[in-house]
T-cell receptor, first 113, second 116 residues
Framework: GNSVTQMEGPVTLSEEAFLTINCTYTATGYPSLFWYVQYPGEGLQLLLKATKADDKGSNKGFEATYRKETTSFHLEKGSVQVSDSAVYFCALSDPGGRRALTFGSGTRLQVQP | DAGVIQSPRHEVTEMGQEVTLRCKPISGHDYLFWYRQTMMRGLELLIYFNNNVPIDDSGMPEDRFSAKMPNASFSTLKIQPSEPRDSAVYFC??????????????FGPGTRLTVL
């Protein structure tokens, strides 16, 4: 079946540090890949997505590149801010047509001033 | 658009009571999903609907859980009887399928359920 593996958190960084959150996946076929972010007390919000190999999704300074050869979709940001503190979820859509998303376990990011 | 609307935002109830969670999807979306989030199990898909028809309910934990979608703008998730282990945040999400790569799901703010 499909699965998503994320690095364990929490990840604690100082403001303006470089961020990488690793995400790898297992799926048959060619899923779409997503990063969602959850701020405290809120629902999940789409951060970025990529629909095919070598696509780069980007939003709010965050980027992730769909790497088919390594089945990865790592999230990066060059300079994090305190306001980026949240839980980040990597997810994939079922290429077989089942419309539900498969989520990773989430990675909590804490940015200190 | 107001986004996905869920009610109530918080629910505290006693074991054995019936609980009903409500969701209004984004207008025009043809898929609706119910998820449960706990510290132990993360985000789990419970059930999803397409055009008001349940498509996959394999994630519903047991018969105490039921979900309905009587029309395109309303869905309920019911737990009867509730148990303390049902305590979690329940999310509703909706999406519009218009082709490859359009699987973006839009989440509501969630209902935090506490069963005492």
């Amino acid at each position: 079946g499909n699965s998503v593996t994320q690095m364990e958190g929490p990840v604690t960084l100082s403001e303006e540090a470089f961020l990488t959150i690793n995400c790898t996946y297992t799926a048959t076929g060619y899923p779409s890949l997503f990063w969602y972010v959850q701020y405290p007390g809120e629902g999940l919000q789409l951060l970025l997505k990529a629909t095919k190999a070598d696509d780069k999704g980007s939003n709010k300074g965050f980027e992730a590149t769909y790497r088919k050869e390594t089945t990865s979709f790592h999230l990066e940001k060059g300079s994090v801010q305190v306001s980026d503190s949240a839980v980040y979820f990597c997810a994939l859509s079922d290429p077989g047509g089942r419309r539900a998303l498969t989520f990773g376990s989430g990675t909590r990011l804490q940015v200190q001033p | 658009d107001a986004g996905v609307i869920q009610s109530p935002r918080h629910e505290v109830t006693e074991m054995g009571q019936e609980v009903t969670l409500r969701c209004k999807p984004i207008s025009g979306h043809d898929y609706l999903f119910w998820y449960r989030q706990t510290m132990m199990r993360g985000l789990e898909l419970l059930i999803y609907f397409n055009n008001n028809v349940p498509i996959d309910d394999s994630g519903m934990p047991e018969d105490r859980f039921s979900a309905k979608m009587p029309n395109a703008s309303f869905s309920t998730l019911k737990i009867q009887p509730s148990e303390p282990r049902d305590s979690a945040v329940y999310f509703c999400a909706s999406s519009l399928l218009a082709g490859v790569g359009t699987d973006t799901q839009y989440f509501g703010p969630g209902t935090r359920l506490t069963v005492l």
